[in-house]
């Protein structure tokens, strides 16, 4: 069973910065593609940012130039670097692994943009 463990969430003042991460149980080479979703109160979960295993990178208009997804395939982690954040970054941020057959998720983490 693949587990996803998402860390780095919190409170921070609008244009500050947080870098989450998202640790695999297993090699993150097995998957199609990784990425960040997030869903906020009383909103559909949305696409942040993915990244397929040959290296292809979707970020949703909202995040582009502000977040960075990358990942460090030795440590089966995958990062999501949030610069200038504004309060309508405000959600939980899940992290989402797709395999061939199963898509997998962490349990989630929360992102809070206020002063």
Known sequence: QVQLVESGG????PGGSLRLSCAASGSIFSFNAMGWYR???????????????GG????????KGRFTIS???AKNTV???????????TAVYYCNALGFVNSYWGQGTQVTVSS
Do not use: F
């Open 71 to 73: 990942r460090n395939n």
């Open 39 to 53: 869903q906020a109160p009383g909103k559909e979960r949305e696409a942040v940012a993915t990244m397929t295993s």
């Open 10 to 13: 919190g409170l921070v003042q």
């Open 79 to 89: 990062y999501l670097q949030m610069n200038s954040l504004k309060p309508e970054d």
């Open 56 to 63: 292809r990178i979707n970020y949703a208009d909202s995040v």
